[in-house]
C-alpha cells in the first residue's frame, strides 16, 4: 500500500480529519517545538521576507513562521482541500499568511517571487523529491534560501530489545503513511545537484518515554494498518496498541524518530 499523502486528496473524509488532528498533536509536542525552533534559527531571513512552506498540511509551521521576526508575508501550499480549511480556520488571525491549494511538483509562483523556500516533513512523502526542489529553485530569488527538515523514518522504533513485537507498527507506519524512510540522510546531494549550496546540516534525535503524544499515534497507524490490510487481526491491532499504553503507563514505553534538517542557498 502507497504512503497515503501521495493521494491525499483522494482519501477518505475521515481519515484526512484523523490525519490533520495527527498534525496538530505533533506540532503541540515540546520537542518537535524545539527542534523546529532550532532549525528556523539557522534561516538567514532578509527584511520584509516572503516565504512559502510547500506542503503545509493544518499550517501549524506557516503559524510559527507568520511572527517570525522578520517575515512579512507566509504562503502555505498543500494539495489537500480538508487540510487547508483546518489551517484557514485555525491561522484566522494572522493577517499575514495566506493558504493555497496546490502540488510541489509544480509550484504555481512565478519565478523568484520568494526568499525562502520551506519543506517541514514533506519531501518524505514525494514521489518526485528532486522535481520539487527544481520546482523551490525556481521561485526562489538568486541567494535566497531552502530549509529541509525531515524524518530518518528508516530509524523509527518502539523497541527495547530484539525481536520486539511493537516494532511492527513502526514497519507498517513506514510502509503506508512514508513514501522514502531514507531521504532524510540524502537531502544534501539532493540539493547539491538541484541548484544550492548547503549551508547546515544538522541531525536532531526525538524519543518519547513515559508520557508519550505524537509516537501513540505512530503506533497506532501502523497497527490499524495492519488490520485494514488483512495481515493481522483486529484484536491484535488493538492489544498492540494496549500494550504501548500499558509501556507508558509502567515506565517501560521507548519510541524514537531521527530527524535531519538543512539550510541551503539558492545559486
Known amino acids: 500500500m502507497p504512503d497515503i499523502y501521495n493521494t491525499i486528496t483522494e482519501a477518505d473524509a475521515a481519515v484526512t480529519a484523523r490525519i490533520a488532528e495527527v498534525l496538530e498533536i505533533r506540532a503541540a509536542e515540546p520537542q518537535q517545538k524545539r527542534m523546529l525552533e532550532t532549525y528556523l534559527s539557522e534561516i538567514p531571513f532578509p527584511a520584509d521576507a516572503r516565504v512559502l512552506e510547500v506542503g503545509c498540511g493544518t499550517g501549524a509551521v506557516?503559524?510559527?513562521?507568520?511572527?517570525?521576526?522578520?517575515?512579512?508575508?507566509?504562503?502555505g501550499?498543500?494539495?489537500?482541500?480538508?487540510?487547508?480549511?483546518?489551517?484557514?480556520?485555525?491561522?484566522a488571525h494572522l493577517p499575514n499568511l495566506t493558504f493555497q491549494e496546490g502540488g510541489a511538483h509544480g509550484l504555481p509562483f512565478k519565478d523568484a517571487s520568494f526568499d525562502v523556500v520551506i519543506f517541514h516533513t514533506t519531501l518524505c512523502h514525494l514521489s518526485k523529491p528532486r522535481n520539487a526542489l527544481r520546482e523551490a529553485h525556481r521561485v526562489l530569488q538568486p541567494g535566497g534560501r531552502l530549509a529541509i527538515f525531515d524524518g530518518d523514518y528508516a530509524s523509527t522504533t518502539f523497541g527495547t530489545g530484539d525481536l520486539d513485537p511493537l516494532d511492527i507498527c513502526a514497519d507498517a507506519f513506514r510502509e503506508h503513511f512514508i513514501d522514502d524512510s531514507w531521504i532524510a540522510r540524502r537531502t544534501p546531494l539532493l540539493a547539491k545537484e538541484t541548484g544550492f549550496r548547503v549551508h547546515a546540516f544538522h541531525s536532531h534525535g526525538y524519543t518519547e518515554s513515559s508520557d508519550p503524544s505524537y509516537l501513540y499515534t505512530v503506533v497506532d497507524r501502523g497497527a490499524d494498518a495492519l488490520a485494514e490490510t488483512?495481515?493481522?487481526?483486529?484484536?491484535?491491532?488493538?492489544?498492540?496498541?494496549?500494550?504501548?499504553?500499558?509501556?507508558?503507563?509502567?515506565h517501560e514505553f521507548f519510541g524514537h524518530i531521527g530527524y535531519t534538517s538543512l539550510i541551503a542557498e539558492r545559486l
Open 62 to 75: 506557516a503559524r510559527r513562521l507568520a511572527g517570525w521576526p522578520g517575515v512579512a508575508e507566509v504562503v
Open 77 to 91: 501550499l498543500d494539495p489537500s482541500p480538508i487540510f487547508l480549511a483546518k489551517a484557514r480556520e485555525l491561522a
Open 230 to 250: 488483512g495481515q493481522i487481526g483486529r484484536p491484535l491491532a488493538e492489544a498492540l496498541k494496549a500494550e504501548a499504553r500499558r509501556r507508558a503507563a509502567a
